[in-house]
Each structure stands twice: as structure tokens, then as C-alpha cells.
Nanobody, 124 residues
Framework: QVRLVESGGGLVQDGGSLTLSCVASGQTVNRYVLGWFRQAPGKEREFVAAISGSGNLDYAHSVQDRFEISRHNGKHTAWLQMHSLKPEDTAVYYC??????????????????WGQGTQVTVSS
């Protein structure tokens, strides 16, 4: 059974930085995509960034050039470095895994496993 655990959320001022971590347990093969999604109050969950096992990356336009996703296959861990944070980045951030996938998907329904979420709040 795959389990994803996020950490690193918190409260930060406008323009600040945070780094989120996601550790995957119960997974032994690196053929999967790790993605970050977020959900603000009253809004749908949306794609933020994702990385494949071979290192292909993609980002939502709203975070391009401000966020950076990375992963360590041996540690089954991914990180989301967030810089120049804005109040509109405030949301619960979720780590997700699309298992046995080589290409990045952007839809929530494509991901098989989800973490419990970590709150990121950016104050103005």
C-alpha cells in the first residue's frame, strides 16, 4: 500500500519562500509521476507541478518561474520549492502519485494516491 506524507507548510509573508516535502512509502519501483496540487477554499483542486521518474517537469502557468519541483528516486521523495509567494498561493497543497506512469498528467482523476495535504498561508 502506497502512502504519501507531506510536510513543510506554514504561514509566510507576501514575497517569502517555503519548501514542501513529500515522502512516498510502500513503493519500490520508480516508474511513477509525483505531482503537487492545491485547493483553495471554495475552489477546485488544481495542478501545480509534476515530475516524472526520468526527470521531466511541468508547471502551471501561475507558478512558472516561482516554484521548482525536484525528486530523489532513491529516497522516494519529492520537494516543491516555492519562492516569491503571493496571497493567491494560499491553499492546501497535496502530493499525489500516478503509479506506473512515465508521462506527466494534469488531471486530478489520473492520480492514484494522495497525501493528507499541508496548509500554505501567504499573508499580505
Amino acid at each position: 500500500q502506497v502512502r504519501l506524507v507531506e510536510s513543510g507548510g506554514g504561514l509566510v509573508q507576501d514575497g517569502g519562500s517555503l519548501t514542501l516535502s513529500c515522502v512516498a512509502s510502500g513503493q519500490t519501483v520508480n516508474r511513477y509521476v509525483l505531482g503537487w496540487f492545491r485547493q483553495a477554499p471554495g475552489k477546485e483542486r488544481e495542478f501545480v507541478a509534476a515530475i516524472s521518474g526520468s526527470g521531466n517537469l511541468d508547471y502551471a502557468h501561475s507558478v512558472q518561474d516561482r516554484f521548482e519541483i525536484s525528486r530523489h528516486n532513491g529516497k522516494h521523495t519529492a520537494w516543491l520549492q516555492m519562492h516569491s509567494l503571493k496571497p493567491e498561493d494560499t491553499a492546501v497543497y497535496y502530493c499525489a502519485m500516478e503509479n506506473f506512469a512515465a508521462r506527466i498528467s494534469y488531471g486530478v482523476a489520473r492520480y492514484d494516491y494522495w497525501g493528507q495535504g499541508t496548509q500554505v498561508t501567504v499573508s499580505s
